[in-house]
Every structure is written in C-alpha cells, then in structure tokens.
C-alpha cells in the first residue's frame, strides 16, 4: 500500500526574531551569538519543511563557508552568527537574517542593530 501527502504552503516562514546572547547587554571583549529563528508554516504540521538561514553583515551576505574575520556561522541550518571579542567597531552594525522555508522561494527577515558598550 502506498500512502502519499500533500504538503500546502500556508505561506512564508513565521516573522523570525533574532535572540542576542549574551541577553544582558553585550560589552566590549562579549563572546557575541545572534541567534534567528522562524517557524515553517507548511501543514501537515507533522511534515514541515525545514527552515534555512541566510545572514547579512551590513547588507553584504556571510558566506558561512567564508565569514568575516572573528565570526561563525554554526547551526543545522545557520541559525547561528557567533561573533569572537567584539569591539568598538561592531558598535551600530546590522545584521539581518532571512528565513526560507526549504526547497520554496517564500522568505521573511529580520534586522538587529549590535549596541556594544565600552569596558
């Protein structure tokens, strides 16, 4: 017997939200994570397709097999920009996130401005 599904697109990914750590403000010298995550919003709920990653350093894209100097992308799915000993040049940079539900063209972003505080 042969069972097949039906996957529908809802439409794009849930609004991602970008989560900084560390959460209580990041210093001068932080070991900085920015973390994005969304929700795919293809049903059934049971088959949901994967959510993909693309980051963006003040509007140029990290390549994460290539990132600027001191960071790493990390994650299943590149959820994850790390950031080694920021410093007052990271003060005011954007970064921004799109969330892509894989193997579909629907996407969302987010956008965070790093606020790094002097030691």
């Known amino acids: 017997m042969t069972i097949f599904y039906c996957l529908l697109f809802l439409g794009p990914p849930s609004q991602p939200q970008i989560f900084i750590n560390p959460t209580d403000g990041v210093t001068e010298g932080d070991v900085v994570t920015l973390t994005c995550t969304s929700q795919s919003q ?3 709920e049971d088959y949901r397709l994967h ?11 990290i390549d994460p097999n290539d990132p600027p100097p001191r960071h790493t992308v990390t994650g299943e799915n590149r959820e994850t920009v790390r950031i080694d000993v920021t ?6 940079v954007e970064y921004q996130c799109v969330a892509q539900e894989e193997t579909s063209s629907l996407e969302r972003d987010v956008t965070v401005i790093l606020d790094v505080k002097c030691k």
């Open 87 to 92: 410093d007052r040049e990271d003060n005011g």
């Open 51 to 61: 959510v993909k990653y693309d980051w963006s350093r003040e509007g140029v894209p």
């Open 42 to 44: 293809s049903i059934p």
